[in-house]
């Protein structure tokens, strides 16, 4: 009975053994899954910050062109005009083209206004030709 008491108890500390073994399998398959759902989460939550960001990016870079149309350089006028015509060609931006399309023209509008010259001025002349492109697209 001793041999057999013994083979018992061998019996049991094994299936114990094992029954722990699938115990402890399963909650760590349980805390990689709630770790790598946090994971995501994070991510998630990152990726939509860094597109934030982004938009209030343009959106400064966006007024901060439209502020410096009114600059008496030509040279500050062209570069605001090249970064407006950057953004409105940009797909990701697209609800800024219209936006910048009519201030341009209102631009155009109110230099034209006084000036009687056959020849508009460089800004003019660039706004123009790009709004004749972004016309016949």
């Known amino acids: 009975m001793n041999s057999d008491h013994l083979a018992y108890l061998i019996q049991v500390s094994e299936l114990i053994r094992n029954y722990g073994l699938v115990a402890a399998g399963a909650i760590g398959v349980l805390l990689a899954w709630w770790r790598t759902r946090a994971s995501n989460r994070q991510a998630v939550a990152a990726l939509q910050q860094a597109e934030v960001a982004q938009r209030n990016h343009v959106v400064e870079i966006f007024n901060r062109a ?8 030509l040279e500050v006028r062209l ?3 090249y970064t407006l015509k ?23 509008r ?8 056959a020849e508009p001025a460089v800004d003019v002349r660039e706004i123009m030709k790009f709004l004749n492109e972004a016309l016949s697209e």
Request: net charge negative; no cysteine.
């Open 66 to 73: 439209i502020d410096q149309l009114g600059s008496e350089k």
């Open 86 to 108: 950057r953004i409105s060609r940009d797909p990701q931006y697209a609800d800024y083209r219209l936006p910048i399309l009519e201030t341009l023209a209102a631009y155009v």
């Open 110 to 117: 109110e230099r034209s206004r006084d000036d009687t010259d």
């Open 79 to 81: 570069g605001a005009i």
